[in-house]
């Protein structure tokens, strides 16, 4: 059975990827120089993007930027400011009411560690944020991250484990976690 939370490149699974790639980066560089009172037409390329209806509750300010759109599940009342890129080959999940901060990155795929295996494919874990959480300007969640609903996840954090509901976590996170020899 293939593991689905790898995807190895130079397949023909990978070369479909890529395909879808390249047609979302081309919506999203149209989305992205829309006038900003054009709202029918951003909500329009927006599900164009995510591959069904957008809630009509949800508001989603450009520059906005995905590499993948069709794993991203927004919620209702869902408000993600400018300047977010979302990398969803994993799912990112947005519940009810969160709000995101300008400059947020919510990455759900990685490479392996080792120089050997790095090209050779990339790792994908979902990202899910619980009902009216509120990520602050310039946070980065990793991939197989979830944030508990009602947590407040402070401006430059970089969220690299799970996150309790109703909690405040701040600050960067990057530290020395493991050496190896290649």
């Not at 130079?10 to 980066?25: F, G, K, L, Q």
């Amino acid at each position: 059975m293939p593991d689905l939370n790898r995807l190895y490149v130079r397949t023909p699974e990978w070369a479909r990827v890529a395909e879808r790639i390249e047609h979302v980066t081309t919506l999203t560089s149209r989305l992205n120089v829309l006038p900003f009172d054009d709202k029918v037409t951003r909500a329009a390329l927006l599900s164009e993007i995510i591959g069904k209806p957008v809630p009509e509750s949800v508001t989603v300010y450009p520059p906005f930027y995905t590499d993948h759109g069709l794993r991203i599940e927004f919620g209702e009342h869902v408000f993600v400011n400018q300047s977010c890129t979302f990398l969803d080959q994993g799912g990112i999940y947005l519940g009810d009411g969160v709000l995101i901060g300008p400059k947020t990155n919510l990455i759900s795929s990685d490479h392996p560690l080792t120089m050997p295996e790095r090209s050779d494919f990339i790792t994908r874990a979902p990202i899910t944020i619980g009902a009216n959480a509120w990520l602050g300007a310039d946070v980065t969640v990793l991939p197989g991250v979830t944030i508990g609903h009602g947590a407040v996840v402070g401006a430059g954090s970089v969220v690299t484990k799970d996150v309790p509901p109703n909690t405040l976590v701040t600050g960067p996170a990057a530290r020395t976690r493991k050496h190896w020899n290649d």
